[in-house]
Structures are given as C-alpha cells and as structure tokens.
Nanobody, 119 residues
Framework: QVQLVESGGGLVRPGGSLRLHCAAS????????MSWYRQAPGKERELVAY???????TRYADSVQGRFDMSRDSDDNTSLQMNSLKPDDTAVYYC?????????????WGQGTQVTVSS
C-alpha cells in the first residue's frame, strides 16, 4: 500500500529556511502526481506545489512562488525547500500523492509535519 512519510518540520525565525522531505513507498507504477499542501489553524488545507512527473514542470501557489522549491527523485521521494519564510507560512505541511497522469488532488496523504515561523 502507498505510504507517505514527511519529516523536516520545526521552528524557524522569519526570513529563515527549512527543508521538508517526503519518503514515498508502495507505488504500483510511475504515474503518480506528487504534491505538498498545508493547513494553518482555523483554515482549510491549501495547495502549495505539485509535480506531474519526474523531470516535469512543477506548479506553485502564488503565495510561495519564488520562495519555495519542490524537487522529486526517480523513486518519487520529494523535498520542499522553503526560503524567506514568513509567519503566514506557519502550518502543518502534508505530502500528497494521486494515482493519475494529470489530476493532482491527492488520494493518499502523509501524516503531516509542523512548520512554525516565529521570532
């Protein structure tokens, strides 16, 4: 079965950087869209970034464009490099996977990792 395990969250000061990792396993083929979402307290879960396939283009939410960088390796593990962090980036970050060649809304989720941006 598909398993996604996030790591790398923590407390960071505004302007700092943090790198999240998502270890993926149990995929049945190479057609999985990988994504990162986040959910702040009292808010709905929102898309941060998604990647259709290895070597393909990555799309970002406007709020993180130019600050966050999503990467993906040939084993479908992903990383999210987060730079110039702001207090508004505070949230639980989730790794997601969708067994599809184009749709990105996940049908598999990780357990989430907390990111707190505060001075």
């Amino acid at each position: 079965q598909v398993q996604l395990v996030e790591s790398g969250g923590g407390l960071v000061r505004p302007g700092g950087s943090l790198r999240l990792h998502c270890a993926a396993s149990g995929f049945t083929d190479s057609h999985y869209v990988m994504s990162w979402y986040r959910q702040a307290p009292g808010k709905e879960r929102e898309l941060v970034a998604y990647n259709i396939n290895v070597g393909g283009k990555t799309r970002y939410a406007d709020s993180v464009q130019g600050r966050f960088d999503m990467s993906r390796d040939s084993d479908d593990n992903t990383s999210l490099q987060m730079n110039s962090l702001k207090p508004d980036d505070t949230a639980v970050y989730y790794c997601g996977a969708r067994h599809s060649s184009f749709a990105y809304t996940p049908n598999f989720w990780g357990q989430g990792t907390q990111v707190t941006v505060s001075s």
